[in-house]
């Protein structure tokens, strides 16, 4: 089996800020309570947008940042909860949009905040039975469409965004160790679907889906250290789903990972799911941060539940 790397990030954002000074003409909450429990002050909202327009935006830069072609690519994946339809999938009318390849698959793939990570792992399977070598993973939500706007211990933590990256699949490259977990539960994030009859509006156990990722984050980050048999020192920047600052910062002071080695993103765009670890790859490569042959440790939490890590360097 051959591996991958990234070739290309790109990302796309809704133009309107919604911050949390406007949510509190909203919901009961203001500023200070929001910034302190989940560290976010503005977040993205959708309004003229599609979420197909951001998958096409996110999409469109990831390939001119790798310099392929549509015609180069071998399979297309958008992880999302959010698409414009149940059917068609936001993956084939990117296809259509991009102008990819038709001899190709192209689908969706629901694993909520783990699904950039899961759609990687998939797609460097798929490459490497493809004759094409390069692939386009998107992640994509328009998750203000989801949220209960009533309710202040969710409406608080969503927003809107992409992010995509082209993943090249080269002989002699290392297969990637992904670690992929999942326990299922209905309760602690819980998004209604066609067959219910109650609204699909976004429900959270906060503390639990809290206990659960600081349970889980490190265990996800040590599994991909032991795999590859390197230490922290070899990692260049650790990617974790931008879920909650507390999340992050009391990962980062539990395992001693030093802060300019722990990129955080979520004071701007809030909870953007399966968009989330995409787009903070995005905005490391655009502040030069990362660039080839840099070693990103990405690890992702969410609905399911789900969970994954991954090491993956850039081409």
């Known amino acids: 089996m051959n591996g991958i790397k990234i070739a290309g990030l790109g990302k796309c954002v809704p133009g309107k800020v919604l911050t949390n000074d406007d949510l509190a003409k909203m919901v009961e909450t203001n500023d200070e309570w929001i910034v302190s429990r989940t560290g976010i002050k503005t977040r993205h909202e959708c309004t003229t947008e599609s979420h197909g327009d951001l998958c096409l935006g996110a999409a469109k830069a990831a390939l001119a940042d790798a310099g392929v072609s549509p015609e180069q690519i071998g399979a297309c994946i958008v992880a999302t909860v959010s698409a414009d339809n149940l059917c068609p999938a936001a993956a084939c009318l990117l296809q259509r949009d991009l102008g990819l390849p038709e001899d190709i698959p192209c689908f969706d793939l629901d694993a909520a905040c783990t699904g950039f990570l899961e759609a990687l792992h998939v797609m460097e399977c798929m490459l490497n039975a493809s004759r094409r070598k390069f692939g386009l993973v998107v992640g994509a939500e328009a998750l203000s469409r989801l949220v209960n706007w009533e309710d202040r211990g969710t409406c608080i933590l969503f927003g809107d965004g992409a992010g995509a990256a082209v993943v090249e699949c080269r002989e002699g490259w290392e297969f990637t160790d ?138």
């Not at 920047?237 to 999340?247: D, G, K």
């Not at 395992?255 to 995409?278: D, F, M, R, V, W």
Request: glycine share 10%; with cysteine; net charge negative.
């Open 178 to 315: 992904t670690v992929l977990g999942c326990r299922g539960d209905e309760k602690l994030l819980h998004i209604p679907g066609a067959g219910s009859l109650e609204p699909s509006l976004i429900s959270m156990e906060g503390t639990a889906v809290f206990r659960f990722a600081v349970e889980m984050i490190p265990k996800c980050i040590e599994q991909v250290l032991s795999r590859k048999q390197i230490g922290m020192e070899d990692v260049d920047y650790f990617v974790l789903h931008q879920a909650n600052a507390r999340i992050i910062d009391h990962v980062m002071h539990k395992l001693h990972i030093p802060e300019e080695k722990c990129y955080k993103n979520i004071q701007e765009y809030g909870n953007t799911s399966a968009a989330s670890i995409p787009l903070a790859l995005a905005e490391l490569k655009e502040l030069k941060k990362i660039g080839s042959g840099s070693r990103v440790l990405m690890v992702g939490f969410g609905g399911g539940m789900t969970w994954g890590g991954a090491l993956v360097e850039l081409a």
